[in-house]
């Protein structure tokens, strides 16, 4: 090697001016960026920043389109792992030691209260905003092809989301928990054929005490979350793998442009052909040069770029839709980054403003003897409280049993694809109305179990 | 490299004989290893679930005949049953609803459900709400030591009363 390639020995003092930089620049591999390609390099070098697409198509930003409701529930996800495992901190899962640690909590931890106000409230906020994320993508037609399976997974999500919730129910120990997890299994215990059995294990024995407990906390804290972790990676990566959200037809079609109008087709460029430069030498008609008139075969050229964005546009099949559709849409950075940020920071304002107002409720400490009078679900547990109250076996098996089996064929029963991406659109008038029914009728029985529902479950007013 | 003929890679042709054998090998093998996954499957149910339960026994005492006057119907809370006595007939009526699981308190009528509504007459028959089927009736019997004693295990028909 000669001397001249020999770069000098950098000294002791530039090693560490340099280090905070070297370090910073090994982490992240590009500055903020200025310019297009610097917007595509900071989206796909960044881990986090590379599950989105280098661009997005407007329409995926329009805040009334998806109301920002799936990330929310991400979000709120994130929000309850982390003040989940805070909370584990100080949770004992044994039926002597539960409830007092609770208590704990209230009166001895820093911040106790307010971790398992985020908790509780979170949870709430989560299995609502997961069934109107439910709502959005049904009545936008988003299910439809090639989105059906990501679909399917979304209704599994949405049914893990209340199992999560419904396992945390217990933990605290107190009346409302033991009496909603023996109702509950109670419901499990009437599914056909394995009924019982599933009960049994659940329990892990024949009534609710210790092995209930321990069991309801392995699940509420490894397994459940585990598989939702799980389930929201392949959500989010069928997003991708679909082109994205799901928008009407138009919106990938580059924007039209203006038509000129034939009195002013003499103002419009066009491509120079020999032959008009031949005829150069015609008189004029009517005022119009003559090369326009010898031009009047060719087509006007029309203000359309065609772009290419490197090995995406070698890249064949349907799945590719980055680059396909690049005048109708914008980077990724800054454009959906900031949006993002701001349901983040909505959605954590949401959970601390209702923590720092409300205490999550804890009722008296568990008495295996005396029920409540009237035992109540949580809200969004009540519809189905309501059913039951008419027939076990209907009301809590055989009735959700079906919900869910068509929530889970829709896709595949609904095949049209007409009114993908619009809200409410006129083709979709059909499903859409029976969607709704389905909402209001489960809406309604929430409500008649909350407000209309006194003591031994008789019907009151709440005049 | 040769420069003429490209160079053969690995195609070789293969007789019937080799392919059969190929793909009975592939065959084995992903029942074996599907087989394991399946068994390992089902391992993790028969671990999950308890040979032992520890809850509480199913015959208990409940204490002298004479601690229950006639016309009284006494529930025991902690083992979920109710004591009867009109004169000299006694018997034990289950006091866990038959619909979801729920304690059911002994009432001016029967007995009432908080939970869901359920109503139950003095005998345990269904009279209103949800509740599928009549509340049970267990063994009731007079141990040597002179104290009654319930088996849950057991249920006797409505109307089985023990005569003291």
Redesign the interface.
């Known amino acids: 090697m000669s001397q001249a390639t020999k770069l000098p020995k950098p000294g002791l003092l530039t090693t560490l001016k340099e280090f905070p930089g070297n370090v910073w620049s090994s982490i992240f591999r590009h500055s903020l960026p200025n310019s297009d390609l610097g917007r595509s390099q900071t989206s796909f070098t960044n881990f986090f920043l590379h599950i989105h697409p280098v661009k997005v198509n407007r329409n995926t930003l329009k805040p009334w389109y998806t109301l920002g409701l799936g990330l929310m529930s991400f979000f709120l996800f994130v929000i309850l792992t982390v003040s989940g495992i805070l909370l584990m901190f100080y949770y004992v899962p044994a039926t002597t030691q539960a409830y007092d640690r609770m208590l704990d909590l209230r009166g001895s931890v820093a911040f106790g209260t307010f971790l398992r106000n985020m908790h509780r409230w979170g949870a709430h906020f989560m299995v609502a905003i997961v069934f109107l994320h439910m709502c959005r993508v049904f009545f936008t037609g988003s299910y439809k092809k090639p989105r059906e399976f990501n679909w399917v997974v979304g209704v599994m999500l949405f049914l893990l989301t209340l199992f999560s919730s419904f396992t945390g129910y217990l933990l605290p120990w107190d009346q409302l928990a033991f ?1 909603a997890i ?2 509950g ?3 499990a215990g009437y599914a056909p054929v394995v009924g019982q059995d599933m009960r ?2 659940l329990l ?4 609710v ?3 209930a407990l321990l ?1 309801f906390y392995v699940l509420h804290i490894a397994v459940l979350p585990l598989l939702v972790t799980v389930l929201v990676s392949i959500h989010f990566w069928r997003i991708r793998k679909d082109g994205g959200l799901s928008r009407p037809a138009d919106a990938d079609a580059p924007p039209q442009p203006e038509i000129p109008k034939k009195e002013n087709l003499a103002e419009w460029p066009r491509e120079l052909e020999p032959v008009a430069v031949t005829a150069s030498a015609a008189p004029a008609v009517n005022g119009v040069p003559a090369l326009a008139v010898a031009a009047k075969t060719v087509a006007p050229v029309l203000p359309i770029e065609k772009k290419h964005y490197g090995i995406q546009g070698l890249v064949r099949g349907p799945f590719t839709k980055v680059g396909n559709v690049p005048e109708n849409s914008v980077f990724s950075w800054p454009n959906l980054f900031m949006a993002e940020l701001f349901v983040l920071v909505l959605t954590i304002a949401g959970v601390l403003v209702v923590s720092l107002l409300f205490n999550a409720p804890l009722e008296e400490p568990v008495n ?8 109540k679900a949580p809200w969004y547990f009540l519809g189905l ?1 309501e059913q ?6 209907w ?1 809590g098996v055989g009735v959700p049993g079906l919900e869910v089996l068509i929530l889970l064929l829709a896709p595949y029963l609904d095949r049209s694809n007409k009114g993908v991406g619009k809200w409410f659109a006129k083709e979709r008038l059909l499903p859409n109305t029976l969607f709704l029914i389905f909402v209001i009728v489960n809406i309604v029985l929430i409500i008649i179990g909350t407000f209309f529902r006194g ?4 019907f009151v007013s709440p005049w | 490299m040769a420069v003429g003929k490209p160079a053969k890679h690995a195609v070789e042709e293969l007789t019937e004989g080799q392919q059969n054998r190929r793909r009975m090998l592939a065959w084995l093998s992903s029942v074996g290893l599907f087989g394991s996954a399946i068994i390992s499957a089902i391992s993790n149910l028969v671990f999950i679930k308890p040979r032992a339960t520890y809850g509480a026994p199913n015959r208990f005492g409940i204490g002298k005949p004479d601690d229950f006057p006639s016309g009284t119907r006494i529930a025991l809370g902690e083992h979920r049953v109710c004591i009867v006595r009109e004169g000299d007939k006694l018997c034990a009526i289950s006091t866990t609803c038959t619909h979801l699981g729920c304690i059911i308190a002994p009432s001016e009528t029967g007995f009432a459900c908080p939970c869901h509504g359920s109503r139950f007459d003095q005998d345990g028959n269904v009279t209103g709400g949800p509740a599928p089927k009549p509340l049970p009736w267990y063994a009731l019997s007079l141990a040597p030591n002179g104290e009654l004693e319930v088996d849950k295990g057991t249920e006797v028909g409505a109307g089985t009363y023990l005569k003291v």
């Open positions: 009496w023996t109702v299994t109670a419901i049994f294990l892990g024995d024949y009534t005490g210790q092995e069991r295996v003897l005396h029920p409540p009078n009237p035992a409280q039951v109250s008419y027939s076990a076996f009301g003591p031994n479950w008789e």
